[in-house]
């Protein structure tokens, strides 16, 4: 299967995810310049990597979502491709109304730099499908606007449509007000669209693909793309 | 084509919690302010508008509001003021 980058200026966990899927998953990545206006058609899988682009100015992702790539990205999501936003990445797609809800700053007004403990909720995802749900994954995180907010009528259709993939909970799985870094309501990780085609979360998956680096959590999100992916393609051969 | 000064306010919805605002209240009240209560962060947003009229610089500094300044989400604005701007001479 194939990655396809995008690349904002600002952007700076590009790289980073490239290394995680050559390297780590062995599959190939190509990076889309933010001034592109299509998604090349051999790309599987979209992923709006980390960073802090456009310098944060105005709000995370206010002026990325703008970018001429995010014109191709939404038409790529409505055709059911996949996207995967990281940090950044999430709160581009939330600007974009790729998914729903917005981020405040964190609720400690710091930026938030360590590892944290996410519960998977769902594992019948493209990102989830190595899991098990309740599985409790350890990934980075590193964000001073990662507060996850939906007003409640918006948050009640999120659980009800269980859109909700990654919440911060403890070592044992337990959702406590301590282990939420941010004060993101519901303890809010990451969240898919109604689909299930999108996901954004703030956790950092790439950085936690090697022992090196602490961790290979991160890697089975990426694993669970390349199994679905590769499902797919066995699934089309056969019909 | 005249050209107007038009300053915007962004605030945070007033049912979400501003946790700056709170912060910064706290510390105004540890100064002795204790008369200051309910403080808000906001962004202020100034920018000169080429337009007809002063309604028509409002009307663009208020679709530039909805469709960037300000995340409905999260956000309210508030367009303060429209006022004639001198132009700036072209060297």
């Known amino acids: 299967m194939k990655f396809g980058i995008v690349v904002f200026p600002g952007s700076n966990c590009d790289w980073d995810v490239y290394w995680a899927v050559r390297a780590g998953l062995g599959e190939e990545a190509e990076f889309l310049w933010h001034k592109e206006e299509s998604i090349p058609g051999d790309i599987d899988c979209v992923v709006l990597p980390g960073g802090f682009s456009y310098g944060d100015y105005l709000r995370s992702g206010a002026i990325a979502r703008f970018a001429p790539i995010m014109g191709a990205v939404a038409r790529f999501a409505r055709a059911g491709g996949l996207v995967l936003g990281i940090c950044n990445g999430f709160q581009i797609l939330c600007e974009a109304g790729l998914l729903p809800g917005a981020f405040l700053r964190n609720r400690q007004l710091r930026f938030v730099c360590r590892s944290v403990f996410v519960r998977v909720e769902r594992s019948d995802t493209p990102f989830t499908n190595l899991l098990q749900p309740g599985a409790v994954l350890r990934l980075p995180v590193a964000h001073g606007e990662g507060n996850y907010y939906a007003e409640p009528s918006v948050l009640r259709e999120l659980e009800r449509r269980g859109q909700i993939l990654f919440r911060y909970c403890d070592a044992a799985g337990q959702l406590t007000e301590d282990a939420n870094p941010n004060g993101s309501v519901a303890n809010i990780a990451g969240v898919l669209s109604p689909e299930g085609n999108v996901l954004g979360m703030m956790p950092h998956p790439e950085r936690a693909c090697e022992t090196l680096l602490g961790g290979t959590d991160g890697l089975t999100v990426f694993e669970s793309l390349q199994r679905h992916c590769t499902m797919a393609v066995a699934t089309s051969a056969v019909l | ?91």
């Open chain 2, 1 to 91: 084509m005249d050209r107007f000064r038009v300053a915007a306010v962004v605030t945070l919805r007033r049912s979400i919690a501003d946790v700056q605002g709170t912060t910064v209240e706290q510390a105004l009240h540890a100064l002795g302010f204790r008369a200051i209560e309910n403080v808000r962060i906001g962004k202020y947003v100034e920018m000169e508008i080429r337009a007809a009229s002063a309604e028509e610089a409002h009307r663009h500094a208020e679709q530039a509001c909805q469709r960037l300044l300000a995340n409905p989400v999260i956000e309210d604005y508030q367009i303060l003021a429209v006022t004639p701007a001198v132009a700036k001479e072209v060297p």
